[in-house]
């Protein structure tokens, strides 16, 4: 049995400041890092000391994993291909400039290659391709309790890549979590089927 628990980071200064994240490595604010104690506590009542814990490297994750691993009594493994989908250069500008100027994805054709209309901009097949990749590195290690903090559109493409759901296929694929949220995923020993037993819950 294999015991995924995927965090998304808590509130970050981007969210009160109404700026692009993404890339912009904005920090915890003072109630993002209470919450990340409570997930702390939470994980703490559930998870054996035999435990895993990765994160992405930006410092709203980043910390929020050290919230976890010190209540653990676990380092976290930093790993860039967990971040956000990068902005380009709407990273860290207003939310209402990323606004006027976003190109939605068409309904159909082409969707992974989109860049969403901003200069520098990743797109989601390349977002998908290096969290898909993170996830494969993680999933090597037979440790039974894993922990992955990440952040709110990352984790459609943790779920994604756990699912083993076709990169191909990943197109039109979308698994909320708000900031805070915990999912669990869950692989038996026996049909070894994988479950998402529970999405961004509390």
Not at 71 to 87: A, I
Not at 145 to 166: C, K, S
Request: hydrophobic share 40%; net charge negative.
């Amino acid at each position: 049995m294999r015991t995924v628990y995927v965090v998304t980071h808590p509130e970050a200064t981007h969210h009160v400041d109404r700026v692009v994240g993404g890339w912009f490595d904005s920090g915890l604010t003072p109630g993002g890092e209470r919450v990340a104690a409570a997930v702390a506590e939470s994980l703490r009542a559930k998870v054996p000391d035999d435990v895993e814990l990765y994160a992405s490297d930006l410092r709203r994750t980043a910390r929020t994993a050290e919230v976890i691993g010190e209540r653990l009594g676990v380092t976290p493994v930093l790993d860039r291909r967990l971040r956000e989908k990068s902005y380009g250069e709407a990273g860290g500008k207003p939310q209402e400039w990323l606004d006027s100027r976003f190109v939605p994805p068409p309904a159909v054709g082409e969707r992974l290659g989109h860049d969403e209309g901003i200069p520098g901009a990743e797109t989601k097949g390349a977002m998908a391709a290096r969290v898909y990749a993170a996830m494969e590195s993680i999933l090597e290690s037979r440790c039974e309790h894993q922990i992955v903090v990440t952040h709110g559109g990352a984790l459609t493409f943790v779920i994604a890549a756990w699912i083993r759901m076709p990169l191909e296929a990943a197109g039109y694929v979308d698994f909320r979590g708000s900031p805070g949220s915990v999912t669990v995923l869950r692989e038996d020993d026996y049909f070894h089927n994988r479950q998402v037993v529970t999405l961004a819950g509390k």
